[in-house]
């Protein structure tokens, strides 16, 4: 008898087993699968399994890794001797029927019945719906008109609890291909959090990197390790990952560090803001005892803003100051250490090992205690130049009111030798700044009224845990760490308004680390001094280039 004649009335509550599972029953729901029959899908098929000793989840998961074939469990129990579950995946169903109805188990053969055509979708969801359907419809509720992605505690959606579908493991959307592949075109920010994992779904964020994906939420889940991290595209501008096992035994600094070493063009990390530096200063979630938004917006705009202009143009550090600012400067260098710093170390500071020098300088130096602008800035300003790494910060704020704000900050600076004989310093400091407060025109203005700066030597572990994150100029046109796409992408920018070939293209911007302002630059300087011959060009005529106007206008 052919199995086209057979309707799937025919098979209504049909037991399947060793001795039922004819070749007519096996070729129609080949048949079925082949051309994708509608009634099918609407057809639930109830899988037996007798003496079970594990959970339903690793039910699920066994069959799964066994028969390779996906499907969504719905509506199981367990009775006495045998769990059940239901489904609607002909594919799982053909798959049980040619491993003969066994699969193992922690070295056990166990029996697997199953119970054809037993319900309908209307009998186990109330209408006629599929599981597609259903899945469908939770997915594509949850984008918002932002292109926001939220998949957050999915398996608890209220819609999978009343119908009773167990939406076990988030990797399970990736068998939804259609539906993935439309939210991966249209999503730019993906929640993922409090969801159980703890191995990042590859397969389900393969749906999303060629699309506009930019930021994903993987916090309070159970990722165990970095490492796991190295799955996510680097291409992701926002992160959330606290919450994880894998930030449990980390501090803040290298916590902070190894993330944005993985993530390059990272702007936010758990909800904070990164600043110019590529790092997001450790304090705001393990130093201050009032973490409120204001304060924290404040104190990083601050270090920000301050150490950019210290170790750049320490003249302009005047703004932060008040007129009658107090300043002290404090070291602990033996005779010997002093003897091999810059003289400006001597004369601008208090030195705590020797009392008695100091005692004797005071008279003259009114105690080395700076009470004016121009006093502060000219002290600070003799010292050597420096540069502050930022990921070595700890910072505390002890007081934050309508008055006064007490800010301590502790790191590490280096100052950098011209002579190749000579090592870099690194020195170890501590800035206590306290600032006042003055309302202006509605506005809060903080100025600071006293600093107490003190400095040693740094130690070994100190300097071999700074200075690792490379700075990142926000207003460079650089790539961090190329891909292929992004190589592409810049040098047909370059050639475009440069018209000189591909291999002078992609020589040059090899030599400026991809930075296209500072390629163009050192192009036009070139080429006003006529040092380009002409065969480096795609054509004779290149005299024109103003379409690099505006960026050698900046540059220059």
């Known amino acids: ?156 959606d ?124 450790p304090f705001f979630k393990n130093f201050l005892d009032t973490p409120d938004k204001k304060t924290k917006m404040l104190v990083e705009k601050f270090l920000t803003l301050y150490f950019a202009h210290y170790d750049s143009n320490r003249k302009k550090i005047n703004n932060f100051y008040d007129a009658k600012v107090a300043l002290t400067i404090n070291t602990s260098f033996t005779d010997a250490e002093d003897a091999a710093l810059p003289s400006a170390y001597a004369i601008y500071s208090r030195n705590a090992l020797h009392p008695m020098k100091r005692n004797y300088v005071a008279a003259k130096s009114n105690n080395k205690m700076y009470r004016n602008i121009d006093a502060c800035v000219h002290a600070l300003s003799a010292l050597p130049k420096s540069e502050h790494d930022p990921t070595t910060f700890s910072v505390d704020v002890l007081r934050h009111d309508k008055k006064c704000m007490i800010l301590v900050v502790d790191g590490t600076y280096r100052e950098k030798s011209f002579d190749p004989g000579q090592p870099d310093r690194y020195f170890r400091f501590r800035r206590t700044f306290v600032f006042n407060i003055y309302n202006i025109n509605s506005n809060s203005v903080y100025h600071i009224n006293n600093e107490m700066f003190s400095i040693s030597f740094a130690t070994k572990e100190q300097i071999d845990s700074s200075f690792k994150t490379p700075i990142r100029n926000m207003n460079s046109l650089a790539l961090i760490n190329p891909e292929s796409e992004e190589r592409e992408a810049i040098s047909r920018a370059f ?40 065969d480096k060009f795609i054509e004779d005529d290149y005299d024109d280039f103003s379409d690099t106007s505006s960026l050698i206008d900046e540059v220059d």
Not at 508 to 520: C, G, M, N, T
């Open 1 to 156: 008898m052919s199995a086209k004649r057979f309707q799937l009335e025919n098979y209504k509550k049909y037991l399947l087993n060793r001795n039922t599972a004819s070749s007519v029953v096996v070729s129609y729901i080949e048949n079925c699968i082949v051309t994708e029959d509608e009634a099918a899908k609407h057809s639930f098929h109830k899988i037996m399994v007798h003496n079970w000793p594990g959970s339903h989840i690793e039910l699920f998961e066994t069959l799964m890794d066994y028969f390779q074939s996906p499907f969504t469990p719905v509506n199981c129990t367990s009775q006495g001797e045998i769990t059940t579950f239901y489904t609607s995946s002909l594919n799982f169903v053909m798959k049980v029927l040619k491993h003969d109805f066994m699969f193992p188990y922690q070295r056990n053969m166990f029996n697997l019945d199953l119970l054809f055509n037993d319900k309908s979708s209307a009998d186990c969801f109330d209408n006629r719906v599929t599981v597609d359907d259903v899945v469908a419809g939770v997915v594509s509720n949850r984008l918002s008109d932002k292109c926001e992605l939220d998949l957050s505690s999915f398996d608890k």
């Open 158 to 281: 209220p819609e999978f609890v009343e119908k009773r579908i167990h939406f076990y493991k988030l990797s399970m959307l990736s068998q939804y291909k259609i539906l993935m592949i439309r939210m991966g075109r249209d999503t730019k920010s993906l929640n993922l959090s409090n969801n159980n994992l703890s191995t990042i779904p590859v397969d389900l964020l393969n749906f999303f990197i060629k699309g506009d994906l930019t930021a994903i939420n993987l916090s309070h889940n159970e990722i165990p390790a970095l490492s796991e991290l190295q799955r996510i595209s680097s291409k992701i501008e926002k992160l959330w990952i606290e919450g994880n096992p894998l930030c449990e035994n980390l501090d803040p600094s290298t916590y902070v560090k190894n993330i944005v070493m993985r993530f390059p063009r990272l702007t936010e990390l758990d909800g904070i803001t990164l600043n110019q530096h590529g790092v997001m200063l």
């Open 495 to 534: 050639t475009h308004v440069t018209q000189l070939k591909r291999t002078e293209v992609e020589l040059r911007l090899k030599i400026h680390s991809w930075d296209l302002r500072s390629a163009i630059k050192e192009f036009w300087d070139e080429l006003r001094k006529n040092k380009i011959s002409a």
